[in-house]
């Protein structure tokens, strides 16, 4: 079954437009998911890296840096660079492993916790105020495609990460 949009358009059958004004969307979307947070690491002199580091410290602490590597599908100089200012400010801390002691295992501090707290806060009031206005179809919706435009690796990845309650 082919579904239509409430414009009568084909899913199946999109237009270079319709695609075009997707992938535009997706650049505006991310500049307003991305703004309250960048205000927030300007005061810090940090920049998004440092947000994706601490996001996922914060979502697997006591991670390795190898795997926070992985996570991020950075460089390992890009990650040391922002791991050296996390530490030197205090908000995140490196252990020596303790079966390995060439791993370090990353976790944040009070203070990255406290800053961690303050960008997430942000982006779930967005996320949140997004979702209600779209509805429960609408939000799935977006998940699905999300979750395709992913690459295997990613998707995988990303599928993989546990549920936190709280």
């Known amino acids: 079954m082919v ?3 409430a414009t009568g358009e084909s899913l199946l ?3 270079d437009e319709q695609l075009r004004k997707g ?3 997706m650049f505006f979307a991310y500049r307003g998911f991305t703004a309250d947070p960048d205000r927030i690491l300007q005061d810090l002199d940090y920049g998004r890296a440092h947000h994706r580091a601490i996001h996922f410290i914060n979502r ?3 991670t390795t840096v190898t795997n926070l590597l992985i996570t991020l599908g950075v460089t390992k100089q890009s990650l040391n660079r922002v791991l050296r200012s996390l530490i030197a400010d205090g908000m995140v801390e490196s252990r020596v492993g303790r079966s390995d002691r060439r791993e370090r295992h990353l976790f ?16 779930r009031a967005r996320m949140r105020s997004a979702y209600r206005q779209a509805g429960p179809v609408a939000v799935q919706g977006f998940r699905q495609v999300l979750e395709a435009i992913m690459d295997p690796d990613s998707r995988r990845q ?3 990460l546990k549920e936190i309650k709280k």
Request: aromatic share 6%; charged share 25%.
């Open 13 to 15: 059958f999109l237009t």
């Open 158 to 160: 990303f599928l993989s």
């Open 23 to 25: 992938i535009e969307a």
């Open 3 to 5: 579904q239509r949009l």
């Open 108 to 123: 944040l501090t009070a203070k990255g916790n406290e800053l961690e707290r303050s960008l997430s806060d942000a982006q």
């Open 60 to 62: 697997n602490s006591g």
